[in-house]
């Protein structure tokens, strides 16, 4: 397809924040930047990207504000080294912290994030940034291969410390359409 359509969905239980952001280089959604936002619980928002584009959004509870630590929806859609056309690719990153559980879908099939609330899982947060989000220790290491603790139960589904490579969609979203949920209640 010409775009790839996202659509992000609060299950959140409370209204949430996002913030976007687009890679250096990378061209602006359809219709042009995308302003920071607020969804309402059980609302969805929709933005679509060109060929090309590659960026992320943020998401917090709607309580709190946006610090870097939060959790993340990154996606892109760029034509790939032998590829004639863009190939969809979406994850949920917790490597920067985590702030609200968050899970994908394409044509109705999970493919990638966590609906676990790791603030709920009895693991104590070492690093709370005091705007509900826990800071992942990870975040700026080359060679570490598992989770924090904190971080270890999504493990594989997010992306948990940078190299989590089993968190990743590539080529699983072909269909145009990528919708990700926010919060533990989402499949």
Do not use: K, M
């Not at 863009?86 to 994908?104: L, Q, R």
């Not at 598992?146 to 270890?152: D, E, G, N």
Request: one cysteine or more.
């Amino acid at each position: 397809p010409e775009y790839l359509t996202v659509l992000v969905w609060n299950n959140h239980g409370d209204t949430i924040t996002t913030s976007h952001a687009r890679n250096a280089g990378s061209p602006t959604a359809s219709g042009g930047a995308i302003a920071n936002g607020v969804i309402a619980n059980g609302a969805t928002a929709t933005f679509a990207v060109p060929s090309g584009y590659a960026g992320n959004v943020a998401v917090n509870d709607g309580n709190y504000e946006l610090t870097g630590d939060d959790s993340l929806i990154e996606l892109s859609y760029v034509v790939a080294d032998g590829y004639d056309f863009p190939i969809a690719d979406v994850d949920i990153s917790y490597v920067n912290g985590f702030s609200a559980a968050i899970t994908c879908q394409c044509s109705g099939v999970y493919v990638v994030g966590c609906n676990t609330n790791l603030f709920t899982t009895g693991i104590t947060c070492a690093d709370n940034d005091g705007e509900n989000a826990c800071v992942n220790p990870e975040r700026a290491s080359t060679t570490d291969t598992t989770a924090a603790p904190f971080f270890a139960p999504c493990a594989g589904a997010a992306y948990t410390f940078p190299n989590d490579n089993g968190a990743n969609s590539w080529g699983a979203c072909q269909s145009g359409v990528i919708e990700c949920c926010v919060g533990h209640d989402c499949p």
